[in-house]
């Protein structure tokens, strides 16, 4: 059975070390350990499956999860770890294994001059700017991209269909995202750069979360950073605001591993869920976690036993 590690004051001081260059490496007291055996913070001969802090990415941690244990891999994960700027540090210091990611937004992590906008393009870049320690292997169809959210009223009142017409309004607006929006290169800054967007304020957000959804229904925000994904875009009849620019890059998922980890037992159950992971059949499999209450490893499992 997959053993689940819970995050802990200790892990915590892990990634704060790792953040900062410190941190021992997890194989000196054992030897160089064989490839695709992996460290993180499970025995020996184990993989462990890491996510960031938002739901949909905790179901994809647990769909990886279940496709590796499928396989024969022992697995443990380590979910809600926080942001990409932490869950990077736990990556390269050892603390897990595996991750789901997102290509446009690890590739704009790692070179924030990226000028690329298409799935081919933006995977390439960010597999020249990739560590040496880590690798990606073959990214799915399925994309969840950032998109700046605005509701119905709101679209309707004001003529809203894309980024571009916030410009004459956003004065006047409050912007709602994840505490990290403000500051990356295809946040608040880039909304600045590309549109000319200054919103009167930003309200710091979960991401992924209810409170997002209900700052926005509520009239606490007037524009969300929502991802394309989140069922309760169409439950509320909110608008996804076009990107003429493209400014949110193409975010196809694919998995991110620490070299050591990747053998071929591992590459071909994590290219198998790639294969056949979509927009659409990811997007169902959130209204089931999030409308619907259902348990993220038994829909995780769901999904793998089809494959």
């Known amino acids: 059975m997959r053993r689940t590690a819970l995050l802990t004051l200790a892990l915590s001081a892990t990634l704060g070390l790792a953040a900062c260059g410190g941190g021992s490496d ?5 030897g160089d350990a064989p490839a695709g055996t992996g460290s993180g913070s499970g025995e020996a001969g ?13 179901l994809l941690a647990e769909i990886y ?10 697995v443990s994960t380590q979910l809600n770890i926080g942001s990409r700027e932490a869950y990077i540090a736990g990556i390269q210091d050892g603390s897990v294994d595996v991750l789901p990611e997102y290509t446009g937004g690890l ?11 298409s799935s081919e393009d933006v995977l390439a870049d960010l597999e020249e700017n990739l560590p ?14 950032d998109s700046l959210v605005v509701t119905g009223e709101t679209a309707e009142e004001l003529g809203l269909t894309s980024i571009a017409d916030l410009e004459p309004h956003a004065g006047e607006m409050t912007l709602g995202g994840p505490p990290e929006f403000e500051s990356r ?5 880039g909304l600045a750069e590309v549109y000319g967007l200054e919103f009167a304020s930003f309200r710091s957000l979960s991401a992924g979360a209810n409170l997002t959804v209900q700052s926005l229904a509520n009239g606490q925000v007037d524009v969300a950073n929502i991802f394309t994904t989140d069922p309760a875009v169409e ?10 620019e493209s400014l949110f890059a193409a975010q196809n998922i694919v ?5 050591d980890a990747v053998d071929p037992t591992v590459e071909e159950a994590l290219n198998g869920v790639s294969a056949e992971l979509t927009t659409e059949n990811l997007t169902a499999m959130m209204v089931e976690v999030l409308t619907d209450g259902e348990d993220p490893s038994a829909v995780a499992q769901e999904f793998v036993d089809g494959l």
Do not use: H, W
């Open 26 to 30: 997890p194989l000196d007291s054992e």
């Open 107 to 117: 590739a704009t992590y790692l070179n924030p001059e990226i000028t690329a906008t």
């Open 255 to 259: 998995p991110l591993l620490r070299g």
């Open 132 to 145: 040496e320690d880590l690798q990606v292997l073959e990214i799915s169809d399925a994309e969840n991209k």
């Open 235 to 244: 439950e509320n009849g909110f608008v996804v605001l076009e990107d003429p």
């Open 65 to 74: 999860a279940a496709a590796l244990e499928d396989a024969g891999v022992e």
């Open 46 to 58: 184990s993989i462990t499956v890491g996510s960031a802090n938002f739901p949909e990415n905790e």
């Open 185 to 189: 290169p295809n946040g608040v800054d």
